[in-house]
């Protein structure tokens, strides 16, 4: 059969889903070991225990008091504004606030997790608490770009971004970066690929559709099979190549080919892997049904298939009144999916290839806000880690006795990034790309890898 389109028909043909602007003349001569060595990562080889990373963000600033973070001189000095301890924060806050919810020790390590959590608790063994992490900025818009991005700045690369260029991907027919949506999207930049090739950037689930049809919608063309597309993808690369003669190249248009390449190859994998329905009853129970539970399963399923990055973002953490009401309400729906993916992917060999990182841009004081909140707290908040070379079953640094800033093994932002680069194989400090004149990273000038929670 030969195809026979005019200028117009073909262009009109190339409008028809998201797969049909693609390199198919590249992709036919490409061996599977040549499309998923796309990484750029060119410091030292180092230990990498961890092939992927999930991220749980919560958008907001969970309250680690209430959670992780058990502070019983909240209680013995409830309203009061010790003259002796700085509690400023960014508006004006009554007295301390102590938390309503029981702390218990949980598992061989004893870890402290409050009633809020009783599915975390019963992972305790295989999570490392960071009670001493701080940043620099109590605002949210900037606060989401510094843990996203490393950097207040909404225009750089997002942490998946640079995890996707070191290190490529580990199935051509998959993303190498997915970010997905649950309980309440947020983070605008958790899936920026900024300077990077665009081809980098993260690409949208939604999660919470019912059907894989519409969790990517239009990813299949509706009026051409594969085979016509196959002829129209490679009289597009004829016009590509027609173009870069022409005028140079053009780093933007190549990895929007790149990505649409990317698009046109999950047409054969992709909605197998996000079908949830193919899992058996017991995991969908042990996960639940809300948004963020489909979101948490659908990270383990793309991970098991190959996916570098997935992030996950679930809003409405910012509690400035009400926060003991609200958290009841919001945290079994986290706490249940949250210990699941934990428990799934242990039972599948992947949390020790896998890590888990659970957190906000920042955390909540321990003064009151309204009666009833806490307002923002950059100095002192908590962040999980679990599975891919850290260590479970540890509590690492501490707040003061309030709960208000780090004050033992302080944890920056920075720091962090540079972990999890570390746990990834990757030299922080040598995962660089050039860009106005000069050489950037994920941790700008600074971070320092924690050594403390490291298997």
Excluded at 238 to 244: E, H, I, V
Excluded at 257 to 286: N, P, V
Aim: charge should be neutral; include cysteine.
């Amino acid at each position: 059969m030969t195809l026979k389109l005019s200028r117009r028909e073909m262009i009109e043909a190339l409008c028809g889903g998201a797969g049909l602007v693609g390199l198919s003349s590249i992709l036919a001569s490409q061996t599977l070991e040549a499309a998923v060595a796309t990484g750029r990562y060119a410091g030292p080889a180092l230990p990498a225990p961890a092939k992927h990373v999930i991220m749980l963000f919560m958008q907001g600033g969970p309250s680690q008091l209430d959670m992780f973070d058990n502070k019983p001189a909240l209680k013995k000095y409830e309203g009061q504004r010790p003259s002796a301890v700085d509690l400023r924060t960014e508006r004006s806050t009554g007295g301390l606030l102590s938390s309503p919810f029981e702390f218990k020790k949980h598992g061989q390590s004893g870890m402290e997790i409050s009633n809020l959590l009783p599915q975390l608790s019963t992972v305790a063994d295989d999570l490392c608490v960071v009670r001493s992490m701080y940043t620099f900025n109590p605002t949210h818009t900037p606060g989401v770009n510094l843990f996203n991005c490393g950097t207040i700045l909404a225009t750089r690369p997002s942490t998946g971004a640079w995890v996707a260029y070191g290190l490529g991907t580990e199935n051509e027919n998959l993303p190498s970066f997915v970010v997905l949506g649950g309980g309440g999207v947020g983070g605008g930049t958790s899936s920026h690929s900024g300077f990077l090739p665009s081809e980098f950037q993260g690409i949208s689930f939604n999660s919470s559709a019912e059907s894989p049809e519409n969790v990517i919608p239009n990813l299949r063309n509706q009026w051409l099979d594969e085979r016509t597309q196959r002829s129209a993808l490679d009289a597009m690369q004829t016009l590509n190549q027609g173009y870069s003669k022409g005028f140079g190249p053009d780093t933007f248009l190549d990895g929007r080919i790149k990505s649409m390449e990317t698009a046109f190859r999950m047409q054969s994998e992709a909605y197998d892997i996000i079908d949830l329905r193919k899992e058996s009853q017991a995991t969908l129970d042990e996960y639940g049904t809300t948004p963020f539970a489909k979101a948490c399963l659908m990270s383990r399923r793309l991970v098991e298939a190959g996916v570098r990055y997935v992030h996950i973002n679930y809003g409405g953490w910012d509690d400035h009144i009400d926060l003991n009401n609200k958290l009841i309400k919001r945290c079994p729906d986290m706490d249940q999916a949250a210990a699941a993916l934990i428990r799934d992917l242990k039972r599948r060999g992947l949390l020790d290839e896998t890590l888990v990182v659970w957190g906000g841009e920042f955390g909540r004081t321990p003064v009151s806000e309204s009666g009833t909140g806490r307002d923002h707290n950059p100095f002192g908040f908590t962040v999980l880690m679990a599975g891919g070379g850290i260590r479970g079953g540890v509590t690492y640094g501490s707040t003061d006795e309030f709960g208000f800033k780090a004050v033992e093994n302080r944890v920056s932002i920075h720091d962090l990034h540079a972990t999890m680069l570390n746990r990834l194989g990757m030299d922080h400090t040598k995962l660089t790309y050039h860009y106005a004149g000069r050489d950037f990273r994920l941790t700008d000038v600074s971070g320092e890898v924690v050594k403390g929670i490291l298997v």
